[in-house]
C-alpha cells in the first residue's frame, strides 16, 4: 500500500521551486542592481554639489555694505577669504537733491574700480566724502544722501570671475560678465576717490 507522500508529483514541485527561486533571484538581482544605481547616482550627485560647494568657497566669502563707525555711510567691499580677489568693482547709486531747483531729487550712479586687487582678510572702503556727484561748484549745492549697492564684481583665486548683488552670487563668462555688470552700461558719476585699505579684525564670515 502506497502512502500518500509518495504520491506527490516530487517532479512537478522541484521544478517550480526552482522556478520560484529563479524569479526570487532575479528579483533580488533587479532591486539589488537598482540600489546600486540609486548610491552611485547620489555619490555623484554629492560629488557635484562638493565639488560646486568648492568652487563657490572662496566667493561666497566676499561681500559688501554701506556703513561704519558713527554715522558714516561708506561702501565696503569685503574680503574674509585666506586668498586675495583681482579687480574688484563695485556699483552703486544714491539719490542727490539740488537745492538750487526747489530741493529736486534725481539718481546718481557710480562705478568705482579698487585699482588693483584685494588682499586676503582685507577692505576696501570708498569713503562718502570722497564720492562726488559733481565738480566742485556745484558740489556745494547738492545733498547726497545714502549710497546703496546694486553690485559688485570680481575675480577669484581660480581666476573665475563672480557677480554679486544683494540677493544673489552667479558666476560669469567672460562676454556675459561684461554684458550684465552695469558698471560699464550706465550713467555714471563724476569721481569715487581712492578707496582705503584695511585689514579686517576676523576672517571666515560674510558681511552681506
Sequence with gaps: MRTGWRRLPWVHIGTTAGA?????????TGVATYYSAKVGSDQLQQSREDAERKERSQAEQVSFYVGGEGIAEDVHIVNRSPDPIYHPGVFFWTQVIDTRKHASAYLRYYGAEGNGDLGPCSE???????????????????IQGRAEVLGLRFTDRAGKRWYRTPKSLSQESGDSYNRRSPIHSLPLGYAVGRPEVRNLKACGESES
Design 20 to 28: 520560484i527561486a529563479a524569479i526570487g533571484g532575479v528579483i533580488f
Design 124 to 142: 576696501l572702503v570708498f569713503k562718502r566724502v570722497d564720492i562726488r556727484a559733481a565738480s566742485p561748484p556745484v558740489q556745494k549745492h547738492l
